[in-house]
């Protein structure tokens, strides 16, 4: 099968590997229809993790089951399913209650918790940047679709990460009806928190960021559009909220955070967050942090330590949950409101290609160039497409 292979940093390629197969009676494959490119991936292709070379990216997707083992009960051959990108057993201590992102059966290190898709640390699980993709716990794992699957594809891939993603950084923070809030980051998970907020019935929704065909896809929801490179976001928060505060926040970016004048600095959107929520309000974390990172430039940085303003934030007495997201605590009713016509994530949608345009894709998608905003990759395309 095809699938798109890390070859060290920045460097990927689309190369024929060993076909994925069932190797356990719970497993299901499924061809996969869409994978997407998220921001995540980023920190790979990159070189700022332990990804290893030769392996496959991929955590974002869905497709059609082509072959289940004997042990599957309720997924069919023929059905349409969206993946989360976390993989969880379902019945270890921590699936039962509900936090399928820290599973400890799918986590081969005893120490650890949580497993994924083609992901740095998170298992030997291959990725779904390719033609086929091996399901562990198949009835587990797949969300079923309805008939309007390959109507609303685009729509319910988003269901696999951003959508329960972003959706997750509100309900981290708090986010109920009436409220305020204010959201660092305007890349896809930033704009689902958007999407997430407005949802929810937020009275005012903030987005920090600087570029601009990201803040207009947040415009276009009906969001604030906040360019930190041309105003103090902090500011421009109070400004907006009577001098009180947003009543919540939400972290969309992580730990390779960087300045408006492209200085990498891992505390500066929560820093933004602590200072521009009110008091008592609510900070919700899914921006990746990593406990070390070699390829940071600052020692703390290095240790996977960053320089908060912990003073400000305990005297606000403000609350900051973190973590990935338990994406199958909430997948199943997002699906409903796609499935609804309620909510529409694939509006963010700047790209559709196939997996021999991979290389470009990733190149661009890092780069932030313009336009950029969400790459679709679609294994099925013999020759890609752009929209924009």
């Known amino acids: 099968m095809k699938a798109v292979v890390y070859e060290g940093p920045r460097q990927v390629s689309t190369k024929d590997v060993p076909d994925a197969k069932i190797e356990r009676p719970t497993d299901v494959l499924v061809r996969v229809t869409t994978t997407n490119i998220c921001g995540s991936d ?64 799918t986590q081969p290190d005893p120490s650890a918790a949580g497993a994924a898709y083609g992901f740095a640390e998170m298992g030997p699980y291959g990725g ?43 309900e981290m923070a708090g986010v109920i009806p009436g409220d305020s809030v204010v959201i660092a980051g305007a890349g896809p998970v930033g704009l689902m928190a958007a999407l997430s907020a407005t949802i929810k019935g937020a009275a005012k929704v903030m987005v920090v960021d600087r570029h601009p065909d990201r803040l207009a896809l947040a415009e276009q929801i009906g969001a604030i559009a906040i360019d930190d490179s041309k105003t103090d976001p902090v500011q421009a928060v109070l400004d907006e909220t009577m001098g009180l505060g947003a009543d919540r926040g939400c972290e969309c970016v992580g730990y390779q955070a960087h300045d408006p004048q492209g200085n990498e600095d891992t505390a500066a959107t929560l820093n933004m967050l602590i200072n521009s929520v009110r008091f008592t309000g609510g900070i ?7 406990p070390q990172d070699p390829g940071a430039k600052g020692e703390l940085a290095k240790q996977g330590k960053a320089a908060i303003d912990f003073g400000t934030h305990w005297f606000k007495g ?71």
């Open 42 to 105: 980023l920190h790979m292709y990159e070189g700022r993790t332990s990804f290893e070379v030769g392996r496959t990216f991929g955590h974002e997707n869905m497709g059609e089951v082509v072959e289940i083992g004997k042990g599957v009960e309720k997924v069919k051959v023929g059905d349409r399913v969206v993946l989360p990108f976390n993989i969880s057993c379902g019945f270890c201590k921590n699936c039962e209650r509900g936090l399928t992102n820290y599973c400890l059966t």
């Open 128 to 170: 779904g940047q390719a033609e086929l993709l091996r399901v562990p716990f198949g009835d587990h794992n797949a969300l079923r679709l309805g008939e309007d699957a390959q109507d609303k594809e685009n729509d319910y891939v988003m269901l696999s990460d951003i959508f329960p993603t972003g959706y997750h950084a509100t």
């Open 284 to 290: 919700g974390t899914v921006g990746v942090f990593v």
């Open 318 to 388: 403000q609350t900051m949950g973190n973590g990935q997201a338990p994406v199958k605590r909430y997948n199943r009713r997002l699906r409903d409101l796609i499935a609804a016509g309620k909510a529409k994530p694939s509006w963010i949608v700047s790209h559709e290609i196939s997996l021999d345009q991979a290389a470009d894709a990733y190149k661009n998608f890092d780069s932030r160039s313009e336009g950029w905003t969400k790459v679709l990759i679609k294994p099925g395309m013999s020759n890609g497409k752009k929209e924009n």
